[in-house]
């Protein structure tokens, strides 16, 4: 039961650096999402889709980029890394168009630090 | 606006006790998700409820939808539930149907 699988864990990154976060489940979830975790705020969603070849915008897209090519897999891209850009990060996916229909599942995070 | 607020921000408990964390928003929802995060990151989701009350274990959450309100127990608490719990909202209108996140609340439970 691999769930959803998120790499890598730990990324250092100097400003203007791109560079792309893994994100695969192997539950056949429509909905994946990403999301950004910062000090004494709640999480806020990146960018999100619910399916194939389906992608939108949440609350702080601005600097990512997303793909959805596959049910299984949805990378985030980072551009042009900036030190606002410096957080934890977390793909998350859930089963049915906007997880309507129950348990989130999460990776386990990806911590970022751009210099 | 679609608003989400917790409380406690910060609890400390003895072991043994019963834990209540709040959680209140700002208009209508279709569910609201309890989660939780681990010291070392990770997050599981533990509820999902859009009415009533659901019970795992030593953990009750409960919903009151006319008062816009949740709240997560913890009953006979143990250090290893020490974590961030987290209340995630889906409003029906607005947000584009996504989950609006609580701060979380940080709960370190005392041997």
């Known amino acids: 039961n691999a769930g959803v699988t998120q790499t890598p864990k730990f990324q250092v990154l100097k400003t203007g650096q791109s560079m792309t976060l893994q994100c695969a489940q192997d539950m056949n979830h429509e909905y994946m999402s990403w999301y950004r975790q910062d000090p004494g705020m709640g999480l806020r969603l990146i960018h999100y889709s619910v399916g194939a070849g389906i992608t939108d915008q949440g609350e702080v897209p601005n600097g990512y980029n997303v793909s959805r090519s596959t049910t299984e897999d949805f990378p985030l891209r980072l551009l042009s890394a900036a030190p606002s850009q410096t957080s934890v990060y977390f793909c998350?996916?859930?089963?049915?168009?906007?997880?309507?229909?129950?348990?989130?599942?999460f990776g386990e995070g990806s911590r970022l630090t751009v210099l | 606006k679609n608003e989400v607020e917790q409380s406690p921000q910060n609890l400390t408990a003895q072991e043994g006790e019963f834990i209540t964390i709040n959680c209140s928003y700002s208009v209508g929802i279709s569910a609201l998700h309890w989660l939780q995060q681990h010291p070392g990151g990770g997050i599981v989701s533990l509820f999902m409820?859009?009415?009533g009350k659901k019970k795992h274990g030593r953990l009750i959450a409960t919903i009151n939808i006319q008062e816009k309100h949740s709240s997560l127990h913890i009953t006979a608490s143990h250090p290893r539930d020490s974590a961030v719990y987290i209340c995630?909202?889906?409003?029906?209108?607005?947000?584009?149907?996504?989950?609006?996140f609580g701060k979380g609340t940080k709960l370190s439970v005392k041997p």
């Open positions: 995630a909202v889906r409003f029906l209108e607005g947000s584009q149907g996504n989950l609006i």
């Open positions: 409820l859009s009415s």
């Open positions: 998350a996916s859930t089963y049915g168009g906007r997880g309507n229909t129950g348990e989130l599942f």
